[in-house]
């Protein structure tokens, strides 16, 4: 299978250019529009269940359309889910680590309780 870099470039855009371009103009509008207090206290608790279930949409949807092809290779799905695994435990220690000091924020930012 050939696959080209404008493929997995227009991939990358659609499944993490557009949301968080969406993201962002939902926060700077809402922001500006209101106030950060609303947006963090009314909207963001009645968003994220939202934005769970289409991320979880999008994932169903993906792995349904390439279903077959997952079945056919499955020893490439291997190759590209070893890497994604080790980069994922990586980052998940790195960030648990990072929470616990005071390099960029104090305790009171680090954990949100302002």
């Known amino acids: 299978m050939n696959i080209s870099i404008r493929d997995v470039a227009e991939s990358v855009f659609i499944y993490l250019g557009i949301p968080f371009t969406a993201g962002f103009v ?39 359309l390439k279903g077959s092809m997952i079945v056919q290779l499955p020893f490439d799905v291997v190759r590209v889910a070893i890497p994604l695994t080790g980069y994922f435990v990586i980052m998940f220690f790195v960030s648990f680590w990072m929470s616990g000091r005071d390099i960029f924020m104090d305790r009171c930012d680090v954990y949100g309780l302002h």
Request: charged share 15%.
């Open 26 to 64: 939902t926060l700077f509008t809402l922001v500006r529009v209101k106030d950060k207090e609303w947006y963090q206290s009314p909207f963001i608790p009645r968003i994220s269940p939202i934005t769970l279930i289409a991320l979880l949409f999008t994932i169903v949807v993906t792995f349904s």
